[in-house]
C-alpha cells in the first residue's frame, strides 16, 4: 500500500498543477500552513510588543505625553498621555496577542506543522483538511481579536486572565463590544488548537517513516507530541469558559455571579486549568527544538536522551495537578493551597533534569557558533533564571507577598522572553533554509542575539527588584503610592531598555526580509545535521517524499566513531544496520 | 530606593523574608553552578580545527545524582514552607484574642468597619448596601452593629496585637496587600475571607489593590496607621464621638 501511495506522491510532486490559491492560501500543504502561521504569529509578536511599548512609556513616564501619542484617538490618548482605561486595553491585549497569538503560534502552529511530517517522513500530515482548518480558524481568531482593540469603547479591559465577574460585566469594565469579540476569538482559536492538535497527535502515532520507533524520534517531535495532548485537553476547557463568558455577557447568566447563585472563583479554576497545562504549552516545544539545536551545535548526542523524554512527560504530567498555584491568595481553601504547592515544586525536578542534560551535551562538545546555536545557549541561561525564580512563587508563604507583583512579570517573561523565544529565535534562522531556500545572515543574527540578549536582561532583571519592592501588577501609575516613588528611575531604567530592545527586533525583521529575497542559496544540509527533513530539497516539494525514507537510528549521532563526518543522517544505511523489521503503518 | 524587601512591619515579615533568603541562597548557588558552568563549557569546549566531540550518550548515576539533589531539596523546602503558610493561613491559625476589622472593597475604595466598645462586628449582608448611606451592608438591627464605625480608605490597627480582617467585596475581585506587612488576600464577591495579622512597628503604611479590578484599579488606595494601644483606643473614642455626633444631627 505504502508503494502506491509513494508513487502516487511522486507524480503530484512532479506535477504540481495546483492552483496559486490552492498552493498559497487555501494550502493543504503542512509546509504552506507552517508558513502561513509564522506570518500571522509574526504579526502577533509586532503587535504585543508596539502594545508593551506603550505600557513601557506609561510605567516609566508617567503622566507625560508619548511620543506619536498625539495620533491615538481621544478614547485612547488625552493630549498624547495614555488614559488608565487605555493602559487597562493595553496590558490585556499585549498579553493575550503573546501568549495565544505570538508564542503558542511560533511554536505549535509553525513548528508542529513544519516540523513534525518532515521530521517524521511522512508525504502530509494525517487529515491535511483539517490542518487547513486549523489555520483558517486561528486567522479568523487573529482578525477578530485584532479588530476588537478598534470599536467602539475599546478592546477587552480586564487583564489577559479575564477574571470575572470584572470580564462579565460591562458596566463594571467600561469595555463592552470588545470585552464579547475577545471572548468570541478565544472560542475560535479553540476551535484552531484542538483541530491542530488532534492532527499533530494522529500524524505522530499513524505516519512515522520505516524505521521511525518512538525512540528514534528527535526530542522536538516528542515535545511537539507531548505539547498536542496538552492542547487536545487543555485549550477547550478555556473554549468551554470563553462560552460561559459570552454568555454571561450577552445572554446574562450567571455562572459567575454571586449575586445570582454564581461563583466568582469558578473562572479561574476553569481557566487556570487550562492555563497551567498552557504554560508547558508555550515551553515544552521550546524545550524541544532546543535540544535539537544544542545537540547540533555540540556536535555531540543528546545527553540521556530517556530521561529527556521522561522530563516531557513528567512536566506534562504535573502540568495538570498545579493550576491551584495561581490561586493561593484567591480566597480558595488554603488547605488546598499546601497540596498545590507540593506538585508546584516538584516541577523542578524535571526541569533541573532538562537543564544538567543540556549541560552534558555541550561537555566535552566541539561547540559551534551560529546563530541558533547561540539562541539555544541563550535559553538554556536564560530559563534557568525563570525556572529557578519559580520556586519563589511556589512557596506559599512567599506567594503571600511576591503574588501580582512585577516579580512574577519579570518571572514570567524569563520563562516566555527568555525561554520561548530565544528557542523561536534560534528555531526561525535553523530551519529558515528548509522554509525558504535561502539562508539568514549569520552576521546579523549573532548581532541580533547578543543584543537582545543584553537588553532584555536590562529589561526583566531590574523587574525582579521592583516586585520586591512590592510595585503591583497592571497599575496605571506606579507613583500613586508613596512606597514605589523611590523606584521611578528604576523603572524608567526598564523602559529605556525596553524600547533598545524593541528597536533590536528591528534587525531581526530585516534579516528576516531581506534574506526571504536576496539571502545565501542554502546548501542542501547547511547544519550538517542528522533529521530526515536535510535530505530534501530546500524547499520541499509537495508530498516531501517520493520514497519514504528508511530509519536506521535516532537522530543525535553526531561524532560517532568511526565515520569520517561528524554526523550520521538517521536514513543512512550503514553496512552494519539491518532493515526495519516492521514497517510502521504509513496512512496517507 | 532598597534593592532588598520592603521594612519588616508585622510579625510574618521576618520568617517570610528568612524564607525569601533561604530560597535565594538555594537557587543562588543552583544559578552560579549552572551559569558558570555554561560559560566554562562554551570557552572550553568551543569549536577548533581537528577537535571531535566526545561520543556519549549520558551517564546514569549522574543523571540520577541530578535529579535526586532537587528532588530532596524541593520537598525539604515544601515542608518548611507549609508550616509556616499553616501558621499564616491554616484553618486555625487566627488567635482567639485577635481583633476584628471589616474591610468592603468596592471600585475603587475600602471601607473599613470597627467595633467600637464591644469589641464585636456587626452582621452585614449585602441587600442593604446603599451608597453613602450604608456603604458596607451593616445591619443596624443586630446589637453588636449599633457602635461599630465605617471610615472611607484609613485602616488603623493597634501595635503588638493581632488584627483579623474579614475581607468582602461589592462589585469585582479586589486584593488587600500592605507590603510592609507581607500580607496579601484577595476580596472575592460573594465570599467572606478572613486574613490576619499583627502589626509590630508604629507608623503609616500603604493598603493597594493588587488585583486588576478595573479603569482606577492604580487609584485604589488606603493609608495604614499603626497606633500604641493608648493612641488607638483615643482614636476610637474620638471617632465614636464623631460618628455620635452625626448620627444624632
Known sequence: MSTVAATAHAVHAHHDDRSFVRKYVFSTDHKIIGIQFLFLSLFSLLVGGVLAMQIRWQEGFPGQPMPGGKLLPETMASGGVLLPEYYIELVTMHGTFMVFFAIMLLLVGVYANFLIPLKLGAHDMAFPRINMASFWSAFVAGILMFASMFVPEGAARAGWTMYTPLSARHDLSGSSLGQELWSISIIFFGLSSVLGSLNYISTVINNRAPGMTWFRMPLSVWALFITAILGLLAVPVLAGAAIMLLFEQILGTHFFDPGAGGQALLWQHLFWFFGHPEVYILILPAMGMVSDLVANGSRKPIFGYHSMVFAICGIAFLGWIVWGHHMFVSGMNPTLGSTFMVSTLLIAVPSAIKVFNWMGTMWRGNIQFHTPMLNAIGFVAMFTIGGLSGIFMAATPLDMFIHDTYFIVAHLHYVLFGGSLFAIFGAIPYWYPKMFGRLMSDRWGKVHFYLTFLFYNLTFFPMHITGMAGHMRRIYDPTVYDFLKPYQPMNEFISISAFLLFATQIIFFVNFWWSLFKGEKAPLNPWHDNGLEWTLPSPAPHGNWETPPTVYRGPYEFSAPGVSEDYLPQNRKLPTDREPALAPAHGD | ?249
Open chain 2, 1 to 249: 530606593m532598597t534593592w532588598w524587601l520592603p521594612p519588616q512591619a508585622s510579625t510574618f515579615a521576618a520568617p517570610i523574608d528568612w524564607m525569601f533568603t533561604a530560597i535565594l541562597i538555594i537557587t543562588g548557588i543552583t544559578f552560579v553552578l549552572v551559569e558558570v558552568g555554561l560559560v566554562y563549557f562554551v570557552i572550553a569546549y568551543r569549536n577548533r580545527p581537528g577537535r571531535k566531540a566526545f561520543y556519549t550518550h549520558g551517564n546514569t548515576r549522574a543523571e540520577v545524582i541530578w535529579t535526586a539533589i532537587p528532588a530532596v531539596t524541593m520537598v525539604i523546602l515544601g515542608l518548611s514552607s507549609n508550616g509556616l503558610w499553616v501558621k499564616i493561613k491554616g484553618r486555625n491559625s487566627v488567635p482567639a484574642n485577635a481583633y476584628p476589622i471589616g474591610v468592603h472593597a468596592k471600585q475603587f475604595e475600602w471601607w473599613f468597619t470597627y467595633p467600637g466598645a464591644d469589641g464585636k462586628l456587626g452582621r452585614v449582608s449585602p441587600e442593604l448596601i446603599q451608597e453613602t448611606v450604608n456603604p458596607t451592608g451593616l445591619d443596624r438591627s443586630d446589637p453588636a452593629a449599633q457602635d461599630d464605625i465605617v471610615i472611607r480608605n484609613q485602616l488603623h490597627v493597634p501595635v503588638g496585637r493581632p488584627v483579623v480582617v474579614t475581607l468582602t467585596s461589592e462589585d469585582v475581585i479586589h486584593s488587600f496587600y500592605v507590603p510592609q506587612f507581607r500580607v496579601r488576600q484577595d476580596a472575592v464577591p460573594g465570599m467572606s475571607i478572613r486574613v490576619w495579622f499583627e502589626a509590630t512597628v508604629p507608623g503609616t503604611y500603604e493598603v493597594g489593590c493588587s488585583q486588576l479590578c478595573g479603569m482606577s484599579h492604580y487609584k485604589m488606595r488606603a493609608r495604614v496607621f499603626v497606633h500604641t494601644q493608648a493612641e488607638y483606643d483615643a482614636w476610637l473614642q474620638q471617632e465614636a464621638a464623631k460618628a455620635k455626633g452625626a448620627s444624632t444631627s
